[in-house]
């Protein structure tokens, strides 16, 4: 059974940075492409960035290219977000999934599945 769990965030003031962890276990395979979303109150989940295990290739929505850069370290199974350059905006739960259907370049939440509890960034103006 995969579980994941996310940690790191907490809070921070406009133009600060964040690292965000997501430790997978369970079984994540080398083939597996996995995800950060964030959800803000009264908001629909909104896909961040994704990683392919097996390659690290990446892509970014629009409004943290740039910014943030998300990695794995295949050693401890373990994804990353870097997050510079915080914004008000970027004030959301963000937790992490692994992509269980649809394909690579996905941004759609219902693709993916073993979502995290989620860790609360906080962006203070």
């Known amino acids: 059974q995969v579980q994941l769990v996310e940690s790191g965030g907490g809070l921070v003031q406009a133009g600060g940075s964040l690292r965000l962890s997501c430790a997978a276990s369970g079984g994540i395979f080398s083939w597996s492409d996995m995800g950060w979303f964030r959800q803000a109150p009264g908001k629909e989940r909104e896909f961040v960035a994704a990683?392919?295990?097996?390659?690290?290739?990446?892509y970014y929505s629009d409004s943290v290219k740039g910014r943030f850069t998300i990695s794995r370290d295949n050693a401890k199974n373990t994804m990353y977000l870097q997050m510079n350059s915080l914004r008000p905006e970027d004030t959301a739960v963000y937790l992490c999934?692994?992509?269980?259907?649809?394909?690579?370049?996905?941004?759609?939440?219902?693709?993916?599945?073993?979502w995290g509890q989620g860790t609360q960034v906080t962006v203070s103006s």
């Open positions: 990683i392919r295990w097996s390659s690290g290739s990446t």
């Open positions: 999934a692994v992509r269980t259907k649809g394909s690579w370049g996905s941004i759609l939440p219902t693709d993916y599945a073993h």
